[in-house]
């Protein structure tokens, strides 16, 4: 049982480069959720997901897009990088019973030059 | 809308001192409150949460109580140790939000020997 996990853990773009970053859970959960860390910050909402096929904006979701076509996965693409995409994102899921625990990936180091 | 806002860090202890760090919040609904821990390098771990007024959450000699009248969570150790240097994030999630998390900052604990 792997939990959460994130693919790549570390990726360097230049301005303007795309980039797909997966999230991989094997707990059958249906919440999903992009976050972005950054100094002095706190953890601020990208997009999440309630369930396969759908998706959702959350508290920063511009310039960033995001697929759930299967259950266990959740991408979260960045079309076009900008150096203020500089950051350590965080995947995290939940299940939907009532206990709302979210848990999360080990975070993906993204830097945009 | 929902907020969370916690004690300013960095803040530095001797093993075996007495930890507090402070947290309010404030929120649409009834909020469940939560303290995750994020150790160097790692992501983020659910240290212990209360869903409701009055409720205490412990974990690993770690405590917070759900305050209602003073819209609080403040998370406590009697005696800290060297291995609990990490980031700490309070947290709330309201009823009917997807169990979306709303983050404070963080506040980053170094303890020394």
């Known amino acids: 049982n792997a939990g959460v996990t994130q693919t790549p853990k570390f990726r360097v773009l230049k301005t303007g480069q795309s980039m797909t970053l997966l999230c991989a859970q094997d707990?059958?959960?249906?919440?999903m959720y992009w976050y972005r860390q950054d100094p002095g910050m706190g953890l601020r909402l990208i997009h999440y997901?309630?369930?396969?096929?759908?998706?959702a904006k959350g508290e920063v979701p511009d310039g960033y897009n995001v697929s759930r076509l299967k259950k266990q996965n959740f991408l979260l693409g960045l079309e076009s990088a900008a150096p203020s995409q500089t950051s350590v994102y965080f995947c995290?899921?939940?299940?939907?019973?009532?206990?709302?625990?979210?848990?999360f990936g080990p975070g993906t180091r993204l830097t945009v030059l | 809308g929902n907020s969370v806002t916690q004690m300013e860090g960095p803040v530095t202890l001797s093993e075996e001192a007495f930890l507090t760090i402070n947290c309010t919040y404030t929120?649409?609904?009834?909020?469940?409150l939560f303290w995750y821990v994020q150790y160097p390098g790692e992501g983020l771990q659910l240290l212990l949460k209360?869903?409701?007024?009055?409720d205490k959450g412990s974990n690993k000699g770690f405590e917070a109580t759900y305050r209602k009248e003073t819209t609080s969570f403040h998370l406590e150790k009697g005696s800290v140790q060297v291995s609990d240097s990490a980031v700490y994030f309070c947290?709330?999630?309201?009823?009917?939000?997807?169990?979306?998390?709303?983050f404070g900052k963080g506040t980053l604990l170094t303890v020394n020997p």
């Open positions: 995290a899921s939940a299940r939907d019973r009532g206990y709302n625990e979210q848990f």
């Open positions: 707990m059958n959960h249906e919440y």
């Open positions: 997901s309630v369930g396969e096929g759908t998706t």
């Open positions: 929120a649409t609904g009834y909020p469940s």
């Open positions: 209360a869903t409701k007024a009055d």
């Open positions: 947290a709330l999630s309201v009823q009917g939000s997807n169990y979306k998390l709303t």
